[in-house]
Every structure is written in C-alpha cells, then in structure tokens.
C-alpha cells in the first residue's frame, strides 16, 4: 500500500512566539499568574499580539531585563522575589509561572535555580517553563508550561506508597530523592536541564506506548484513572469529558486544571491522553517522569476524529463504543450547508501551528482536496495515530496522499501555490496580506488556535472558519465587485 509522502525543506521558522501561550493559559488556569522574563522585545510582542487593555488586569506581567542584567551586574534574584512579593499581595495567586524567554535562555540565566529559594520564601509555588523564541511554533508554549506543571501534579495512592511527598519546607532539601517521588522545583532543576535531550530519546515510549495499546488494555485491571492534557476553553473539555461518561468511561483530570489544587493525581495506574497535537513534551513527561500510561490516539477535531478518539479510549478500557457512528452521521448531515461550500474545492497548509495534520485530515473527510500541509515540526510519533487516521481517510474519500513538508521554505511554498492555484491557503499572519494581495484567498491558522474545533460540538466552528474567505468571495463577485476579490 501507498504510504504518506513526507518531505523536509530547510525553510525559517515564521511563527509567533511560544511566550503567547500566556494568553489562553493565564486565562484557563484561574489561579495563576504569569511572570514573564524578558526584554522590551518580548513586551512590545506581548502587548500588541494580546492587545490587553491595563484595566483587564490581565494575571501576566513583564519582568524586563535590563542592561545591567544582561551583564550579570545586578542581583536577578533580589528583583524577582521583589515582583513575586508584590504580585502575591497584589493578586493573590495560588502559584507563579516563571515564563523564561530567549534573553534567559541566551545568558544562562538560572531561573530553575532560584525558583526554589523564592517559593520557600514568599510561601507560594514558583514553576519555571522555558516557552521562548527558540521552539518551531507558537503552541508549544503550552506543551512546556504543561510539562513543568506535570511535576507539580500529586502523585497516585500506587505512588504515593512508594515514593511519600516532600513538604513545601523540604523542597530545598530533596535532591537526592527519586526523582519521580519530588514534586518540588529542586527536582524540576533536574529535569528541566534534561528534559530537551530527552524528548528525543524518550519519544521511543511514546513509539512503544503506540505498538503496545493492545497491551495497555490487558493491562487495564491495574488502570484506576484516566488524565486528559492539552488546554481547552472549559466547556469543551466539559464536553469532552461528558462524551466519555457516557461510555462509561470517568475523567479524574484534566492538565491544565482550572486551579492549582484540582491539578490530577499521577501515577503508573494513571492513564494519559492528550487533545492537542503540540504536547509531545508533555507526553514524554507524564510517561518517563511520572510514570503514566500513555494512549495513543488521533485527537478530538471534526467528529471523525473525536469518534477516533472516544474509540480508541473505550479500546483501552475494554469497552464498546456506543452510538459513535449515529452521532458522527447525525453531525455531518447537520453541516450539509456548509459543506456544500467546500466540496470538491482545495486547500493549501503553508504551516504554523501545528494542527495541520488534524485539520487536513477533516478538511478531507468533508471533501476537500488537500494539496500540500506544511508544518513546522513533525513529531511522526506522538502524531502516529493521527497520522494513520490521515491515511485512512484518503483511502475512504479516494483522495491522493498529500504531501507532508516539515520546516517548509515559504519562497518555494510560494512557487508551488502558483502552480496549484488553491481555492484556499491556510497560513501564518505574516503571510496572509500579502498573498490575499495577489488574489489567493487566505484564513489565518492561529484562529483555529483560539477558536473550539474540539469535540462533537464544535464543528460547525471549524467550518464557519474554512468558509468564511470562500463565502466572501462568492458574495463579492455576487455583488459584482470582483475586483474587491483580490
Ligand atoms: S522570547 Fe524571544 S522571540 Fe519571543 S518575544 Fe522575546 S525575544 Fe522575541
């Protein structure tokens, strides 16, 4: 049989800077607040991409480096429990986020180092994240805020025995712990400093996890929970987890949560299964450090895959899926009026935000021609389910594997989409004006980032966006404005 067609260019990254994550997540996780340490740079970024007006009082703050600081003259530390003091009298956060960006990667500086002395200090915890300008796309800003959050998360009862956790008190005293027993920033010390080598290695779980998911549900005796990680606007995830009690399936967590202390309990009887395609750090994280069973699924955007999804978490449970073909029938029909718009139209994925695969994979099943999906990265394993789904559709709709180009270079894209003429291109907000200038209409993929594309709910959302610029058009030349339609 044919298999995917997967291609690697040498292309720059154009994508926004992972430090936006603080934008959904300060606002998903009600408690929180996030520090950001950087430069005027990351600020001006962060005031105009959030545009957040000073009285929304939004719980994210800049903590800008100066000169002096980027010369190692001036005490960083003095200055960072100063803000952490005030920002705890002033907004009373259950924890602090320490947002590092590509200055602190750039000078070294030890923000996994001083966190723990901070947070015995000022009483509250302090989680340190590296989400800067150095990672493929903007969302993986999430996958490491949920991978340092993943220590902090408490263990299982199975754990718990084996491993007792430390005291806010000891955190400073804990080193020489096992690593998984520690949910203080002592053992994040450790394992933020490994955790980039180790993605790469550790992703052999994640392949392993995948050919074993037979395994896992022989397994299934010892299994006490399921964990669901990747944020999602809360009634989404409310959805979500409606979708598996139905089945008979119960959720005990999501990552993130909407509060600190409703963080899930992990452990080696803990289930894991992510929603978005961008957590593969996270993934490895649950697996290696806390132990977790992983679930390999293809995630839950467009109703085939959430069926997708929902079926292959009954699978592992040992149950039987009911009413999933009914409810994915019942929701296509439901959708016939858009779909009407796209049917047999084609898209283009210049690649940005790595929901491309799950996106071109729906996009085929309503019976769109998907020419070309760039995308940034390419983690084929945590995207393996994902990846087969997308196989399996295009036998389904007798549609020709697309092709997959990791690291796009945009002047080629360019080239290709001369030639191909697309009725739509999905790309980044640096290059939509300018293509829609010269006539190819564009949807700009961070909105699928923002807007509810999970769940079976949510799928006239999706729609609404891919049609919005055909829609347009169509209405222009209607009108009989058509040189309107660039
Ligand atoms: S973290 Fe780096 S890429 Fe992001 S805004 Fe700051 S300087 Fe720019």
Redesign the pocket.
């Known amino acids: 049989m044919e298999k995917l067609n997967f291609d690697c260019e040498t292309g720059n990254y154009h994508t926004f800077?992972?430090?936006s994550c603080v934008s959904w997540l300060y606002q998903k996780i009600e408690d929180s607040f996030f520090l950001?340490i950087?430069?005027k740079?990351?600020g001006?970024?962060?005031q105009n991409a959030l545009g957040v007006m000073i009285f929304a009082e939004p719980r994210y703050a800049m903590a800008e480096l100066e000169e002096g600081d980027i010369s190692a003259q001036l005490s960083d530390y003095d200055e960072l429990k100063r803000l952490c003091v005030q920002i705890q009298k002033d907004r009373n956060p259950s924890f602090i986020v320490w947002i590092g960006?590509?200055?602190t990667e750039i000078i070294k500086m030890d923000l996994e180092g001083m966190a723990p002395q901070c947070e015995a200090e000022i009483g509250i915890p302090i989680v340190v994240a590296r989400?800067?300008?150095?990672d493929y796309a903007f969302t993986q800003g999430e996958d490491t805020v949920l991978a340092a959050l993943a220590h902090r998360c408490p263990n299982t009862k199975v754990c718990e025995d084996e491993f007792p956790l430390p005291s806010l008190e000891n955190y400073v005293h804990t080193v020489k712990r096992p690593v998984s027993a520690t949910r203080g920033s002592r053992n994040e010390v450790e394992t933020c400093l490994s955790e980039q080598r180790e993605v790469s290695n550790s992703m052999g779980l994640i392949e392993q996890a995948n050919r074993n998911s037979s395994e896992t549900k022989l397994k299934s005796n010892s299994i006490k929970s399921l964990v669901l990680f990747g944020s999602l606007p809360s009634i989404v995830s409310s959805q979500l987890t409606l979708e598996l009690e139905r089945q008979g399936i119960p959720v005990s967590g999501w990552l993130p949560s909407q509060s600190y202390s409703d963080l899930p309990a992990l452990g080696p009887d803990v289930l894991v299964c992510g929603v978005n395609p961008y957590l593969s750090r996270t993934a490895t994280t649950l697996m290696r450090r806390r132990k977790c069973q992983f679930v390999g699924a293809p995630f839950p955007i467009g109703p085939d895959g959430t069926r997708a999804w929902i079926t292959k978490i009954c699978s592992v449970f040992g149950k039987e899926p009911q009413g999933l073909q009914e409810r994915e029938d019942k929701i296509w029909e439901g959708c016939e009026d858009y779909l009407q718009l796209i049917r047999g139209k084609s898209v283009f994925f210049m690649g940005d935000n790595l929901l491309e695969i799950s996106l071109a994979r729906f996009l085929i099943r309503c019976g769109m021609q998907v020419y070309e999906i760039g995308i940034p990265y390419m983690d084929k394993r945590f995207q393996a389910a994902e990846l087969n789904l997308l196989e399996q559709t295009c036998n389904e709709m007798n549609h020709p594997y697309p092709r997959i180009i990791e690291k796009p270079d945009n002047y080629n894209q360019i080239q290709r989409i001369r030639e191909l003429e697309p009725d739509l291109v999905i790309t980044g907000m640096a290059l939509a004006n300018p293509l829609q200038a010269r006539g190819v209409q564009t949807k700009w993929s961070v909105e699928f980032t923002f807007a509810q594309i999970h769940g079976f709910s949510n799928v006239r959302d999706i729609l609404e966006l891919v049609t919005r610029p055909i829609r347009r058009k169509n209405d222009l030349s209607e009108l009989g404005w058509e040189k309107l339609v660039y």
């Open positions: 800077c992972p430090i950001v950087g430069t740079t990351c001006y970024f962060l960006t590509c200055t989400a800067n300008g150095l």
